[in-house]
C-alpha cells in the first residue's frame, strides 16, 4: 500500500508533509528520531512545529506508533499497513553509543496482567546496550 493511500485510508488529507514524513519512516523499517526525520533531503525544509504536527497527526491516526528511549528521546516509527514497516507489539533495542534504535520483530511483548478495571492505552519495552558496530568500533 503507497503513502497516499494509507494517509486516505485513515481519513488524512495527503499534505506533502504527511507524505514525505511517513514515507521516510516506512522507508526506515526503524524507529527514527525527530533529529534523523529532519535530517532527511524530504524533509529539510519542514520547521520543527511542522513536523511536529505530522508525527502528532500520524500517531493519532494509528499510522505510526512512538516509542520513547532510555535517553529520554522519542522515537517514531511506522505501523505496517499491507507489507510496510514495523506493526508496533515488539520490543525495541536502543543503542546508548550511536543512538539508532532497532526494532526487535518476531518478539512479541509479554502480557501482563493489570488491575481490575483498568484499561491499557499503551505498551513498550526498549532493551538497550551497545550495537555491533559500535562494539566493533571500541575494540
Not at 6 to 33: F, N, S, W
Not at 43 to 56: H, S
Not at 68 to 84: K, P, T
Request: charged share 20%; aromatic share 4%; net charge positive.
Amino acid at each position: 500500500m503507497d503513502v497516499r493511500d494509507m494517509l486516505q485510508a485513515k481519513g488524512l488529507r495527503r499534505t506533502r508533509a504527511r507524505t514525505d514524513v511517513l514515507a521516510i519512516l516506512a522507508e526506515a523499517r526503524r524507529p527514527l528520531a525527530h533529529q534523523e526525520i529532519s535530517g532527511q533531503t524530504e524533509a529539510a525544509d519542514l520547521d520543527r512545529v511542522t513536523l511536529y504536527r505530522t508525527l502528532t497527526s500520524l500517531s493519532k491516526a494509528g499510522l505510526v506508533h512512538q516509542v520513547r528511549g532510555v535517553d529520554g528521546v522519542h522515537r517514531f516509527c511506522a505501523h505496517g499497513l499491507g507489507s510496510m514497516a514495523c506493526p508496533g507489539n515488539h520490543p525495541h533495542f536502543l543503542c546508548q553509543s550511536c543512538g539508532e534504535m532497532s526494532c526487535l520483530e518476531g518478539q512479541e511483548l509479554p502480557w501482563v496482567s493489570v488491575p481490575a478495571g483498568a484499561r491499557v492505552t499503551g505498551k513498550q519495552m526498549v532493551i538497550y546496550g551497545v550495537c555491533a558496530q559500535c562494539r566493533d568500533a571500541e575494540a
